[in-house]
């Protein structure tokens, strides 16, 4: 199935310049070592999917490049601003990111389209009316519009969780990072969401991917990422990855996952 990959479509996803760049990331947390040496370079309109066994660092990963988890040391740029430690400079980068999480993490007493509609009027600044427009748009196209006016709770686990991406999407970011979006889902659920991720990636959203659904990283991904012990491995295009792994790591990840 490799070769139906959105975004080999070609000229539709041309990747641009980098976007997102980690240079000689280290993470600690106490004596655990849970990122080494990482250096990554997303480029514009590029899916990276990062997997690895758990507790292979793939999530803080994800997590420092809008420092929900601060670093020790190296840098992140995004766009080439490198990421500001607090206040307003981080919160302005932070609307530039996206981030859908395995918990959904909708408002519960607010509605779905006050969820979406919210950062756009508070941190950007965006007119009721026009947030509200959007935010309907957003809604359709994950496929929640009918659902606007309910309460988080009402919705199924992959109903809300497609209403955490449209609402990530409402702050226009320049980057999307997920971690783990489908984890907790129920498994009839799981598809409705990596869909809508499918259809992103095709559209050229640039997209950072911690996953275990390794049907999504073989569709959707430019670039496979392989994380084991906190280090980066191996990277390559999801063809090559699954087909001829180059570590041994990776072989026998690969070989347990795979199998069942």
Known sequence: ???????????????????????????????????????????????????GPSGSGKSTLCRSINRLEPIDSGTITIDGQ????????????????GMVFQSFNLFAHKTVLENVTLGPIKAKGIGKAEARRVAMELLERVGVANQAQKMPAQLSGGQQQRVAIAR????????????????????????EVLDVMTDL??????????????????????????MDGGQIVEEADPETFFTAPRSERAKDFLSKILTH
């Open 1 to 51: 199935m490799a070769h139906d990959r959105a975004p080999a479509d070609g000229a539709d996803t041309p990747v641009g310049a980098p976007l997102v760049v980690l240079q000689d990331v280290q993470k600690h947390f106490g004596s655990l070592h849970v990122l080494r040496d990482i250096n990554l370079t997303v480029h514009r309109g590029e899916v990276v999917v990062v997997i």
């Open 82 to 97: 490198p990421l500001p430690a607090e206040g307003k400079a981080l919160a302005r980068l932070r609307a530039d990111v």
């Open 168 to 191: 990530a999407l409402a702050m226009r970011p320049k980057v999307m990072l997920f971690d783990e979006p489908t984890s907790a889902l129920d498994p009839e659920m799981i598809n």
């Open 201 to 226: 990636a095709r559209e050229g959203m640039t997209m950072v991917v911690v996953t275990h659904e390794m049907g999504f990283a073989r569709r959707a991904a430019h670039r496979v990422v392989f």
